[in-house]
């Protein structure tokens, strides 16, 4: 997990380092933790500071498959270099055994049947991964165990 002092830290070490790559990212963390805790009045939790790491990754992954499109070579490799190091900060991605053994429990857990019963699943199941596995992952994999 992903705590704000780590990332600080981390910054004033890539910053000293010269790694443009890693500063330019930890300082967009640190700014989008700092609007964050404006928002909220309080500090930030380090689940919070996750939640914040996971936003700008899929976002990056967003801006990957947008320079894709346009062909941007430049781009594509300036996104994946700021997310291998957003990947440093995220936890460890479950593997797909484990992920569908947990959805399947949910699912029986919840006596889900229908494709309609998909919210509830992943209402569910979602707080058990802690930010381990993807949402759109979650969501296809709900998906097929519930027929739709």
Do not use: F, W
């Not at 910054?11 to 964050?36: H, Y």
């Not at 309609?116 to 699943?121: A, E, L, N, P, T």
């Amino acid at each position: 997990m992903a705590s704000l002092n780590q990332i600080q830290t981390d910054l004033k070490q890539a910053m000293l380092s010269r790694e443009e790559v890693k500063v330019s990212t930890l300082r967009m963390i640190v700014a989008a933790a700092s609007n964050a805790k404006i928002a909220k009045g309080s500090d930030l939790s380090d689940e919070e500071i996750t939640k914040i790491v996971q936003k700008e990754s899929k976002q990056l992954d967003e801006a990957i498959e947008g320079a894709n499109k346009l062909s941007r070579a430049d781009l594509v490799s300036k996104n994946e270099a700021e997310k291998k190091v957003l990947a440093g900060y995220l936890p460890a991605q479950m593997d797909q055994a484990k992920l569908e053994e947990i959805i399947v429990a949910t699912i029986h857990e919840i006596g889900a049947i229908a494709p309609s019963d998909m919210g509830k699943v992943m209402a569910s199941v979602m707080p058990k991964l802690g930010g381990a596995a993807d949402g759109a992952v979650v969501s296809r994999i709900v998906s097929q165990h519930l027929g739709s």
